[in-house]
Nanobody, 115 residues
Framework: QVQLVESGGGSVQPGGSLRLSCAAS????????MGWYRQAPGKERELVAT???????IYAESVKGRFTISRDNAKNTVYLQMNGLKRDDTSVYYC?????????WGQGTQVTVSS
């Protein structure tokens, strides 16, 4: 059974930083493309960043240069380092994996950027 457990969300002032973590189980982690999506109230879920098993990355234009996705295959964990946070980054952030042709989602973690 594939499980994704996120942690690291919270509240931060504009310009601040947060690091999200997502621990995966039930997958052969190096084979899994991992990523983060986010969904703000009243908006559709959108891609933030993805990383393949060999470390190739894709970022949404809105986060390029501010967010960094990384993974530790020894710990079955993917990270999202978020710097220079803006109010528009306020969302629920979801970890996801595309594993053997199936997508799985975490429960989500709230990130609030506010002064």
């Amino acid at each position: 059974q594939v499980q994704l457990v996120e942690s690291g969300g919270g509240s931060v002032q504009p310009g601040g930083s947060l690091r999200l973590s997502c621990a995966a189980s039930g997958v052969i982690f190096p084979l899994a493309t991992m990523g983060w999506y986010r969904q703000a109230p009243g908006k559709e879920r959108e891609l933030v960043a993805t990383i393949t098993g060999i470390g190739s990355t894709i970022y949404a234009e809105s986060v390029k240069g501010r967010f960094t996705i990384s993974r530790d295959n020894a710990k079955n964990t993917v990270y999202l380092q978020m710097n220079g946070l803006k109010r528009d980054d306020t969302s629920v952030y979801y970890c996801y994996t595309d594993y053997v042709g199936t997508q799985y989602w975490g429960q989500g973690t709230q990130v609030t950027v506010s002064s």
